[in-house]
């Protein structure tokens, strides 16, 4: 194994800046900033022995020094900043006097924003987001497998150990999603996460600002966006404000007693969402749920602290600003403070209009759900500015339809009444839809590796209102005992790694079955691109009668009709009952047949088969050729 290459960045970060024989910078958070932001304010936080004995000093047109906060520990500082409207791009020297003298310098930069930074526009319901567990995806770059200052060693054989997946695995495959359709992805999260075991979800993080070498590195990780944006695919940043991991830095030195919530004592949250709309709640309870901790090994962050408040808003900032982000899912969004989250979302949305973040609501009930998106207007009031969610009611009730026998209130008839709840949404249409994700069974697990069931749950998705995403290997059918083992759920991506014998880029391996639910997610992804209809139409759907959900897309001269049935044997479904919508003798393209219609009185529909047809045109399917 090579040794590690630090590059010029992450020296600067993360090893100390040796400047006299009495202080040394060891840290400076924000590194960098960027002049133009629409926030005038910056504040930096500085780590050094002794640090809050000196007195900072600096000399720059449009840049002031509003106050310098000194906390518990003596070896933190926070500088306020204000940064004129009109400050220029450009270095200069913050000087830490002692007894007026200079006992240390940083050389501070302020960055020229590259053009139409805060206009850059976010996922949205065109895109198709692709998940990737990045330690399970592909091994691009074997050298990082292992680094002298990572405590946890790759162990392939091990499912919840390190497995070896990077950055670069990614970037070498980026065509493999873009042939697919897909036109985002979402990474779990890839920011350094050096603790002793189970360390390759990246949910416990130990360093904010730094990529974990094992994926790579800040500027493979900034240069993944470039490559993705010449390809067309957008990068969404899974991002944790909630909590950190035990061996953070910052945890053998805390800059003040509430740095963390329950510092002294562990104390796990109860996962009670409820409690933040509960009117009868009480306040043990919601504290219990709010300052909890997960587990022992991810310590509960205190968003009151407006210390930690302003820390955890720049770095987000700063990582959409850095790596070009196109979007941030917000894990655990229900569980930090909520009058934090709200100040956080605005903040975001403020310096980029068009962006979008989604927040994780792990909730059957949509009402808990709707609560936290921009625009809903609240019985206690509350506010924020975040655009999307999570759709897990809708995930549930879409699983639970295509298991469940047909009856009156049972089977398609749950996915429908849940999507018939979209009036408690601000706006629905930005809603994130799923089958499956990295914390729940695969959905071939959860539909008892049906494929008739999965390719109906498919349909769904790619189809219905919102926003689609679809989970690394879905698309190969990759399954789980579906017992929720995460290190199962979470399984090598095929043909990521050298000597695989089953590669899913060549179709080496692969079965029939495999092959033919490739194509069929190619189709329906390639056909979805151009479709304005699916992207922005409006919806009507009809309740579901004898086993058969049927519903509409139109906007403008656009028009998708999408049948879905469950039944064993093929049936004819009246059209009349859709003459709504559906002029009698429209014509149609099934697009996943290529079949040609007339859509009159019937309509003779398979067993156990997604129907979608676009109406009023003749749409010819994509050549095999095109598809494989």
């Avoid at 919840?160 to 990614?170: A, E, K, P, T, V």
Wanted: hydrophobic content about 35%; aromatic content about 12%.
């Amino acid at each position: 194994m090579k040794p590690f290459s630090l590059s010029f960045f992450t020296l600067l970060v993360c090893l100390p800046l040796v400047l006299s024989a009495q202080t040394k910078i060891e840290r400076l958070e924000p590194a960098f900033w960027w002049a133009g932001m629409q926030d005038s304010q910056l504040q930096l936080m500085v780590y050094g022995e002794n640090i809050a004995a000196t007195n900072p000093q600096l000399d720059y047109p449009g840049v002031q020094i509003q106050q310098i906060i000194k906390v518990k520990s003596p070896n933190y500082l926070f500088l306020d900043l204000i940064l004129a409207p009109d400050v220029q791009p450009g270095t200069f020297s913050i000087a830490f006097h002692q007894d007026d003298k200079p006992v240390a310098t940083y050389d501070y930069e302020l960055k020229q924003r590259k053009s139409g930074s805060a206009e850059r526009e976010g996922f949205n319901p065109s895109d198709v987001i692709y998940l990737i567990t990045p330690d399970r995806f592909a091994n691009g770059n074997r050298d990082n497998d292992n680094t002298p200052d990572t405590k946890e060693q790759t162990d392939r054989s091990n499912k919840l150990g390190r497995h070896g997946g990077d950055i670069q695995g990614i970037v070498d495959h980026l065509d493999y999603i873009k042939n697919l359709g897909f036109t985002a992805i979402w990474l779990n999260p890839v920011l350094e996460n050096n603790m002793q075991e189970v360390s390759y979800h990246g949910y416990s993080t130990t360093d904010f600002y730094r990529v974990d070498p094992r994926f790579g590195s800040n500027e493979e990780y900034q240069q993944l966006n470039e490559v993705a944006d010449e390809k067309g695919i957008k990068l969404v940043m899974d991002m944790i404000l909630n909590h950190c991991g035990s061996e953070h830095w910052w945890m053998n030195d805390l800059p003040t007693n509430d740095w963390i919530n329950f510092p002294d004592e562990y104390n796990q949250t109860n996962h009670r969402r409820t409690t933040i709309q509960d009117p009868y709640r009480s306040s043990i309870d919601y504290k219990k749920f709010s300052d909890g901790w997960f587990v022992p090994t991810m310590p509960d962050l205190n968003q009151n602290n407006p210390l930690m408040a302003r820390y955890l808003i720049q770095n987000s900032i700063w990582w959409i600003e850095y790596a070009g982000l196109e979007g941030i899912r917000m894990d655990t969004y229900s569980y930090p403070d909520k009058d934090f989250m709200s100040d956080w979302t605005c903040a975001v949305m403020n310096e980029y209009p068009n962006f979008n973040i989604v927040g994780e609501e792990w909730s059957p009930n949509p009402a808990i759900v709707a609560h936290w998106q921009g625009g809903k207007v609240n019985p206690n009031g509350y506010t924020s500015c975040l655009p999307s969610m999570m759709d897990f009611p809708l995930q549930i009730a879409l699983t639970q339809g295509l298991i469940a026998e047909e009856s009156f209130s049972g089977g398609l008839t749950q996915t429908y009444e849940m999507l018939a709840n979209d009036f408690l949404y601000a706006d629905p249409s930005n809603l994130v839809v799923f089958p499956d994700n990295h914390d729940m069974d695969r959905f071939f697990a959860q539909v008892n590796q049906d494929i008739n069931l999965f390719r109906l749950g498919i349909s769904f998705i790619l189809t219905t209102r919102g926003i689609p995403q679809i989970y690394y290997g879905t698309e190969l059918l990759m399954t789980n005992p579906g017992n929720g083992d995460h290190g199962l759920i979470r399984e090598d991506f095929p043909g990521g790694w050298p000597n695989d014998p089953v590669n899913a880029m060549t179709g080496k391996g692969l079965t029939a079955e495999q092959k033919e639910t490739k194509k069929f997610f190619k189709t329906l992804l390639q056909w979805r691109k151009d479709n304005a209809a699916i992207h922005n139409g409006k919806l009507m759907h009809y309740a579901p009668d004898n086993g058969i959900y049927v519903y509409f897309r139109y906007l403008g001269d656009q028009k998708v009709m999408v049948v879905l049935s469950k039944n064993e044997e093929e049936v004819t479904l009246d059209l009349s009952r859709f003459r709504e919508i559906l002029s009698e003798g429209e014509p149609g393209t099934e697009i996943l047949t290529g079949k040609q219609l007339i859509l009159d009185d019937e309509l003779q529909v398979p067993a156990r088969t997604p129907m979608i047809i676009n109406v009023g045109k003749r749409k010819q399917r994509l050549s095999t050729a095109e598809i494989e």
